[in-house]
């Protein structure tokens, strides 16, 4: 049995679209928690994703006695360095207070849950089966370059997705897709594929007429917006995998299960 530990619609029909026979059975795992423990090691935003994608395939895993479990997770990072920030949107979404309010009530604000990290220092894969990362940093920049970075989750409401957009705005962020093999407790498999995303130096009014159109759907994304959405007309450069950015990088995935459960696609 294959098992897709997610809920998310896009990695489903990411999946389906192979051709492949699978059961979707989301996992249930303090998120939070997976990340703290990682950023509280040293570990970064390509670390957090990996863990977090073992988390969810182990999880499901031990409830499947026998399944193959692939789990996946989504970080976005965006760098805290004052060079690459850009100078702020300067009008407020109209939503901005009702956002304020429902932070005084006890909800996180984007400032809030964003998690810092140095994203050089990064531990190792504690699976020797593991993948190695692959990254994909905009030209001319390098790793040792890049200074402290945020690691930003889904917005809450419209209010704090409008406060997201304006973080990213001008400037490039990295989405981290960390994907995993499981089985009988045991990750026969891990991997992270990055792909690089610059925003353009949109206006207020450009934000908001985007997210009038795309609605409560990008609260279900780290970013605040869907590529295969209106909020594309945000963007000025994209570098990466398409599958990567949905959040399910088929291709090492599809590489992974002819090695480790080549039944499932025979040649």
Do not use: C
């Amino acid at each position: 049995m294959l098992i897709l530990a997610s809920k998310s619609v896009a990695r489903n029909a990411l999946l389906a679209g192979t051709g492949l026979r699978f059961v979707a059975s989301p996992a249930q795992i303090d998120e939070r928690a997976v990340e703290a423990a990682v950023l509280g090691k040293g570990g970064g935003a390509v670390e957090v994703a990996r863990r977090l994608a073992e988390a969810k395939a182990l999880t499901v895993a031990a409830t499947h006695p026998g399944a193959l479990v692939i789990g996946a997770d989504q970080v976005l990072a965006v760098s805290d360095n004052a060079a690459s920030a850009a100078a702020s949107v300067g009008s407020p979404s109209p939503l901005e207070g009702e956002g304020a309010r429902r932070a005084d009530e006890g909800f996180a604000s984007e400032s809030v849950v964003a998690r810092r990290y140095a994203p050089n220092a990064q531990t190792p894969s504690a699976h020797p089966s593991s993948g190695a990362s692959r990254h994909l940093l905009p030209q001319g920049e390098k790793e040792g370059q890049r200074g402290a970075a945020s690691i930003l989750h889904k917005p809450i409401d419209m209010a704090q997705a409008a406060r997201q957009l304006d973080r990213l705005r001008d400037r490039t962020h990295h989405l981290h897709s960390g994907i995993a093999l499981a089985r009988d407790g045991v990750v026969l498999w891990s991997e992270v594929e990055t792909a690089s995303l610059t925003m353009r130096a949109f206006s207020a009014d450009e934000r908001d007429a985007v997210l009038a159109l795309e609605g409560e759907a990008v609260l279900a994304s780290v970013g605040a917006y869907r590529l295969e959405g209106p909020s594309i007309r945000l963007f000025e450069r994209i570098e990466g995998d398409y599958f990567t950015i949905l959040g399910l990088p088929l291709l090492p995935l599809l590489a992974a299960l002819r090695r480790h459960a080549p039944e499932l696609l025979p040649e």
